[in-house]
């Protein structure tokens, strides 16, 4: 008889336990030295996807490496006894090797967000922070649910009897939560249209909501008041209400009207047309924009002209700064032609020269 007759058919068992038990460990050394390799690899080149695979998979790959070489150690071992436990170890390994792909594909989707934002602030580039933060809930939404739907069906639950029951019972769930269901669907709406987005200003003449937009959730959107407090708007009602997005004007407009005494209205068309060419030759003025300089009417205690324009800057502090300038400029036009800005006066006229008695 040989040596492996000599164990006897009983136990050659352990040779296969210890065989599975030494692959595993060297398999386990093997993947290790194969994912430092690419990581070195990874960095040198330029784009980022191969390293977000490298990183999602480094952590999930030697679990299923070790899931399956422990479940066959199991499988083995459970031949040689009675003991009811190993008849789960094949839905215990499905579980575990299921989790470890729902880990990836969550990894990856956290990683190639991560790595795309961090990329696009290198390069300087404009990065709308709510679509990839829309499209990284979503996926991992959907490989949550995947696994869940997965697992169930590992364990035996049918699948399509759950989704059957599901459809009426999400008629209840739906008038008991609609206001939820609302806030989602208003997220959807605004992840869609983008009528607004992470760092602008907005503000709404239907509600008192103003300020810069901080976050966009699935149920509100958070908004920081100039007051520096928080506003916590449900998504639901920007289905709702009319917004506007001051950060997306293209320019900012003065409007202002100007009063110079009755006394000046000779001098009135030469400061006119002495303001509309200094708004012309102004550099910090948009000439392409409507830009209008006329006398417009005969008020109480003036004459008044109006300048209608627009500025090239649309930042705040420096519109105020380019409009100081032009209302300065206006200031010294009307002195050069030795006229007056009004303000109220009141005119008393006596007849005959008498004075008004007590």
Known sequence: MNGLESFGLNE??????????????LMHFIVAFV?????????????????????????PVPVVIWVVGISIVLKVIG??????????????R?????????????????????????QQRER??????????????????IVFVGAVLTLMQTFGFSVSGLLAAGGIGGIAIGFAAKDILANF??????????????????????????????????RYTQIRRFNKNPLYVPNAIFTTIVVENPSRMTNRRINETIGIRYDDIGVMAAIV???????????EIDTTKTLIVNFNAFNASSVDFFIYTFSRTVVWEEFHAVKQDVLLKIADIIAKHGAEIAFPTQTLHFTNGEMPSD
């Open 12 to 25: 050659l068992w352990i040779v296969k336990v210890m065989s599975v038990s030494i692959a595993t460990v």
């Open 35 to 59: 994912f430092r390799q690419l990581v070195k690899a990874s960095r040198k080149s330029v784009s980022f996807w191969d390293d977000v695979l490298v990183v999602a998979a480094s952590r």
């Open 79 to 92: 031949k040689q006894t009675d003991n009811e436990f190993f008849e789960f170890v094949p839905i215990l």
């Open 94 to 118: 499905d579980t575990a090797i299921t989790v470890c792909f729902a880990w990836f594909f969550w990894r990856l989707i956290k990683e190639s967000c991560q790595r795309y934002l961090g």
């Open 124 to 141: 300087g580039e404009y990065v709308d922070y709510t679509t990839v933060d829309a499209l990284s809930k979503l996926g991992r939404l």
């Open 185 to 218: 669907f208003g997220g959807l709406t605004i992840y869609a249209d983008r009528p607004f987005v992470v760092g602008d200003w907005i503000r709404s003449p239907d509600k008192d909501i103003e300020g810069t937009v901080e976050k966009i959730s699935w």
């Open 273 to 283: 047309s002495d303001v509309k060419a200094m708004l012309t030759a102004h550099k």
